[in-house]
Each structure stands twice: as C-alpha cells, then as structure tokens.
C-alpha cells in the first residue's frame, strides 16, 4: 500500500490505553508460558499501533511543515506520548517480575530484558509534564531549523539546498556560502541558545525527579547502552585525540596541497578535489533505477527488500520549500513497512545518504519478524547498519559517477574520518552540558570553540566572529533533538570500516556476517552484535591506530590521486 493511499485516523488515547492495560492485566495474570507467550505477543502488536501511527504523523508533518492539519497531529503526540511511556514503564515491570521470565528470555532473547531493566528507570508519572515540556522545545528547534528560508544568488534556499554551494569549486561562492548560513545562526542565535537551556535545565530536572544525579546517565539509559558506558567512551575519545587528530590533520595537509590553497580554510574542508565535487549522472528517476539494479544483484534479501519500497513508494527524496531538511529511515503501516525520507541535492552525498537510509531501512526490513518494538529500531547500534550498507555498495558506485568512481570512493572514506574528531567534540561537549546544567550560554560557546581547538586543531574560521565565538553546534540537531546519539555515528563508522576491509579480503563472509547481523537487529547489544561479527570493539585499547593503517594503505596504493 503507497502511503498516498494508507488512510488516517486519530489515535484515541483513551481506548488505546484500555486495551493494552487489559491485555497487560491479560499477561500478568498468565498461569502457564504458553498463555503469557500469547499475550506478550498480543500486546507488542498493540504497541506497534501507537509507534506506527506517530512514525506516520511524524513523516507526514516533516514532508510538508506548512501541513496544519499534521501539524496539529504531531504536537498532539507529543502530548500524549508521556502517556504511552507510562503504559510501556508498567509492561516492563510485568515482563520483568514475570515468572515465567526465564523462558520468555529464551524464547526472545535477553536484551529485551535489559533494555527494560534500563527503561523502567526512565519514567515515572511524575515527570509527565517535564516531558510534554521537553517534546514541545524539540518540536521547536525542529521548526526554526526546518522553516530555515533566505536569499542567495537570487534563488530562495533552505539548507538541503544551499548544500552544493558548500562544495562549490569556486572558492568565493563557498566562503559567501558559509557565511550565509553563519548569518542565519547568528540574527537567531538567541532562540538557539533559549531552546538549548530549556532543554539543559528540562532534562536535568527530569534525571533529578528520576534519581539520577545528573542528566548524563539518563541519556544513556534512553538510548539503550547497555553495553558500555561513559568511561569506555571516555578512552575511545582519548585513542582520537592520541591518533586520530594527527591522522585527519595528515589528510587535511594533503588536501591543502591537491586543491591549491595555501591555508585550509573552514569553507574549504568540504572541497576535496580541485574539479569540484563528484557529482551523480541523472534525475532522481535515474539514480533509483540504478539503485535498483544494485539492490538486485547485491542479494536476494536486497532484491525483495527494495521490491517493497519500490511497489510502496515507501521513499521522499526531492528537497522542495516547506519540507523538514536531513534524512531518516522509519518503519509504517501495518506491516511496519520501511520508509526512507531523504534531501536530494544533486551532489554526492545524495548516494551516500540513500544507501546510509537504505541500510537503517534493510536492517528494519530484516528484523521485523521479532515483532518487538525494541528489536525493529536498536537505539545503541542502528548506525552500525546504515554506515556498513554505504561500504558494501562500493561496487555499483561506478553506475553513478563513472570516471569520477575512485574520486568518490575517497572522499567517501576519508571524509568519514574528517567527521571522527567532530564527533568526539560533540561527545564530549554534552557531557559538559549536562554536568554543568546551569552554565551560561557564553560558558557553552567557549568550552564549544575549545574543544574544536583541541580535537580540530587546523580549523581556521577566517575571521567568522559567529563561529570563532562557538556558535558551531547550532546546526547539530541530535544535540537538541536527542542527547548523547551523535557518538554512536562514530561507533558505527570504526565498525563499518572493518567491514570494508573484510570485504576487499574475503566479500562473501563479510556479506554474511552483515545478514546475520540484520536478521538479529536489536536482540543483542552493540557489544554482542561486533562481537559475533567478530569485530574488534573500539573501547580495546589501542583498537584505532591498526584501522587507521589499514586506511593509510589503500590510499597509499590507490591512483585516486594522479
């Protein structure tokens, strides 16, 4: 079914409510396994009306931010969210002090459990208010970042839009580029700042509410790590500092020389080829067939998975006025049908970003026969799955540029790689927000500038006051929308670079090992997933710098350069 034609109804709260507190009255008062087997499996389908219906509000309000009607559809779930939370809190005790827990592990597996031991601690009824509060800021930065329209070059633009010109070969238009954007942040810099302390000051005092002392582990608990903690990040962010910065800062040298500046300035970073970017051959009609050929010789799995998105029209791929800016893949419709919501901009990054979406979309494609909620959308490693497809698509890439294939393929690779130390910044800088919850805005700005000073030590703003004074994490809209994610693109990226070693080496076994994972999709930890892939975990020591040779060796012997 197209969504055009997936009709829409109100969910009523009420009702909804009644029916999963008798199914879950239904589950708890089970005499026997088989019975309470039946009822769990009864009520995670009832889940899935709520979680569908708002995945599907959300996706209609993003696609047209003018829509009033789903406008006023996706405040009223931010609403009444809280409220399905509190049902979900109470299943988790349930299932949690089931005694027939040993065998629902079995037969399900144990990270549901753990997931629920961790997000039973993430709600109470008393923070109920403090939450509809949170989701009302998120749904403002979502609009001030979305409605973004300003003049340039006498065309009206929003970021998806501007987004060539950030690459733009001439490096005059790059800089005016920049510094349009720059210019927007600055004239609202004090909504941003506004927004980020609400949320600071909301979050904090619903950790405080919660028990926890600060905001910084219930952020964690929400995103589901229960794999690893903050210390483990912590030295995964020193190994970046030891060897990741002088290896971007290597490759920041090399690209100063190949483009022909005699100083990389910030609005020249994005530029790694003096010719410009490369750019994808044809409409976006052109690059769906040609994914399509792609997804059919990749596998059979990719093949019907595609098939679907395909036959549903399950895609968003055109940036037009009036729609949410960025990417994201969800799961709708009865059948939780994978939908990919994109920004074409006819540049590169219109591939990378579908096969990124492609992978979040086939890993809920292949997971979906759990039919738990949990195990369709992996909060602690869904990056894993969208960063691995990119790696894997490699060898149809050539269907999209052509002779500018190996170009690609390096600015590809190493600018995952320019994005590592970025990721730390934004790491480490939340947990300074949420430790020092009362911090000015000009406190946040300069302990901002200081952690790009020491993890992205080339970075020369030319004279940007708006940026020299810190206003960069602006634009990073996790850092509003959902604290302490924005880590986990780098987790996923070290994990996927193995697997684009592996598959030079040995293709099939690496393809296999990436089925797998997809297939097992949220049932096992981040830890447990690399681990059965037999990956090596980024929090071992000294786990970076073998990685980063292999890197160096491909570049090394490739004629990307010549």
């Known amino acids: 079914m197209r969504t055009n034609q997936m009709s829409f109804k109100r969910l009523k709260i009420e009702d909804y409510s009644k029916r999963f507190l008798n199914l879950l009255n239904k589950l708890e008062s089970s005499t026997t396994f088989s019975e309470q087997n ?36 996706y405040t009223f779930f931010n609403q009444i969210e809280p409220n399905y939370l509190n049902l979900v809190a109470q299943y988790y005790q349930v299932i949690l002090s089931s005694k027939f827990r ?31 509060y949170e989701n009302k800021l998120v749904s403002e930065y979502q609009q001030l970042l979305g409605k973004v329209s300003f003049t340039f070059q006498g065309k009206e633009l929003n970021f998806s839009t501007l987004s060539p010109y950030l690459g733009s070969k001439d490096r005059k238009i790059r800089k005016q580029a920049f510094e349009a954007k720059s210019f927007y942040f600055e004239q609202h810099r004090f909504e941003f700042d506004r927004l980020l302390d609400q949320l600071v000051k909301t979050r904090t005092a619903i950790a405080r509410k919660l028990g926890y002392s600060s905001f910084i582990q219930l952020g964690y608990d929400r995103m589901s790590r229960t794999s690893f903690t903050s210390v483990e990040l912590s030295n995964y962010r020193k190994q970046v500092r030891e060897y990741g910065v002088p290896f971007v800062s290597s490759l920041k040298r090399e690209q100063c020389k190949r483009i022909g500046v005699d100083r990389l300035k910030y609005y020249d970073e994005e530029l790694k080829f003096p010719k410009g970017q490369p750019e994808p051959i044809g409409e976006i009609e052109n690059i769906l067939e040609g994914f399509k050929r792609m997804f059919v010789q ?28 960025g990417a994201f893949a969800t799961y709708i419709g009865e059948n939780n049908n994978p939908f990919i919501f994109a920004n074409f901009n006819k540049t590169s990054n219109d591939i990378r970003v579908f096969t990124h979406e492609a992978g979040h979309a086939f890993q809920f494609y292949m997971s979906r026969h759990w039919n738990i909620p949990e195990y369709i959308i992996p909060y602690d490693s869904a990056e894993l799955f969208s960063f691995t497809m990119e790696r894997f698509a490699w060898p149809w890439m050539e269907m999209f540029f052509t002779k500018d294939t190996a170009q690609y393929k390096f600015a590809h690779l190493t600018n995952a790689f320019h994005y590592m130390p970025l990721a730390c910044v934004v790491d480490e800088f939340e947990h300074f927000i949420y430790e020092e919850p009362d911090a000015s ?26 940026l020299e004074r810190g206003g960069g994490f602006y634009e990073i809209g996790h850092m509003f929308t959902t604290p302490f994610y924005f880590m986990d693109y780098e987790l996923a990226h070290f994990c996927s670079v193995q697997f684009w070693d592996l598959s030079s080496k040995n293709p099939k076994l690496a393809w296999d090992s990436f089925i797998k994972m997809c297939k097992i999709g949220g049932s096992k930890s981040y830890l447990e997933l690399i681990t059965d892939a037999n990956l090596t975990s980024p929090f071992e020591e000294n786990s970076l710098q073998p990685l980063l040779q292999s890197v160096e060796k491909w570049i090394e012997q490739g004629d990307v350069l010549d």
């Open 102 to 132: 040993p065998q629902l592990e079995e037969q399900w597996g144990k990270q549901l459990f753990r997931l629920a031991d961790v997000k039973v601690k993430t709600f109470s009824e008393e923070v109920v208010k403090d939450l509809q």
């Open 298 to 325: 990749m596998s059979p799995e990719t093949e019907a998975f595609f098939n679907e998105l395909v036959d549903g029209k399950m895609f968003d791929l055109e940036s037009r006025s009036g729609k949410m800016g």
């Open 38 to 73: 039946h009822w769990f499996e009864d009520l995670n389908k009832h889940r899935f009306l709520f979680e569908t219906t708002q995945n599907f509000v959300r996706l209609q309000y993003f696609q047209n931010l003018e829509d009033v009607f789903f406008q006023k559809e």
């Open 441 to 466: 805005p000009d406190d946040r700005r300069k302990k901002w500038r200081e952690l790009e000073q020491t993890y992205l030590p080339e970075r020369d703003y030319n004279g940007d006051q708006f």
